[in-house]
Nanobody, 128 residues
Framework: QVQLVESGGGSVQAGGSLRLSCAAS????????MGWFRQAPGKEREFVGA????????YYAQSMKGRFAISTDNAKNTVYLQMNSPKPEDTAFYYC?????????????????????WGQGTQVTVSS
């Protein structure tokens, strides 16, 4: 099993920056893809971005490209989501997810059903 714990959420002003962290523990060697998703009140869960473990390739939802960046610290088994110039519409609960499969395609890396483990999430509120 794999446990995921997110941290770093909170309130930020539009145009600022915020970095979320996701620490993985347990059978982390099985993880091949790490992703971030978000869910705003009354909306469906939405793909933010992901990174594949084999080669470090990052994938992003179109609306996040250029504003958000995903990185990893393998020594700490931690993946980060750097949010730059967030907008009020980025307000949501952000979840970290892990997959035992190398999801190396933009076609399906954003499908939540392909992820095996999920964190509890962390709230991000962006004020204008």
């Amino acid at each position: 099993q794999v446990q995921l714990v997110e941290s770093g959420g909170g309130s930020v002003q539009a145009g600022g920056s915020l970095r979320l962290s996701c620490a993985a523990s347990g059978r982390t060697l099985r993880i091949l893809t790490m992703g971030w998703f978000r869910q705003a009140p009354g909306k469906e869960r939405e793909f933010v971005g992901a990174i594949t473990g084999n080669d470090g390739t990052t994938y992003y939802a179109q609306s996040m490209k250029g504003r958000f960046a995903i990185s990893t610290d393998n020594a700490k088994n931690t993946v980060y989501l750097q949010m730059n110039s967030p907008k009020p519409e980025d307000t949501a609960f952000y979840y970290c997810a892990a997959s035992n499969v190398w999801l190396n395609s933009q076609t399906y890396i954003g499908e939540a059903s392909r992820y095996d483990y999920w964190g509890q999430g962390t709230q991000v509120t962006v004020s204008s």
